[in-house]
């Protein structure tokens, strides 16, 4: 079993930055492949951002590449989305998610273990 916790969601403007955290207790942290989804008012969860058990191979949906940064940190057994030049448009409830594949996959149904959600707003 895996839990994770997300946090550092809120209210941004448009043009600013968050950074969610998703801390994760349980099985080693390192033997999982993590991601990043959301979920905008009213529509399906959707891919985000996913990245390796290493750090070393990291995908993003085009909607966030340039703005949008992943990363994980093994030691403190948490995942960090870095969320930059955020839009209106980005405005959901975000989810962490641990993969036990050694790569990262993109579809929500592969993954093990959700986090509760944070929620990311952005006021244009």
């Known amino acids: 079993q895996v839990q994770l916790v997300e946090s550092g969601g809120g209210l941004v403007q448009a043009g600013g930055s968050l950074r969610l955290s998703c801390a994760a207790s349980g099985r080693t942290f390192s033997q999982y492949a993590m991601g990043w989804f959301r979920q905008p008012p009213g529509k399906e969860r959707e891919f985000v951002a996913a990245?390796?058990?290493?750090?070393?191979?990291?995908y993003y949906t085009n909607s966030v590449k340039g703005r949008f940064t992943i990363s994980r940190d093994n030691a403190k057994n948490t995942l960090y989305l870095q969320m930059n030049m955020l839009e209106p448009e980005d405005t959901a409830v975000y989810y962490c998610?641990?993969?036990?594949?050694?790569?990262?996959?993109?579809?929500?149904?592969?993954?093990?273990?959700w986090g509760q959600g944070t929620q990311v707003t952005v006021s244009s």
């Open positions: 998610a641990a993969d036990s594949s050694v790569l990262p996959r993109v579809v929500a149904g592969s993954y093990d273990y």
């Open positions: 990245i390796s058990r290493t750090g070393g191979t990291t």
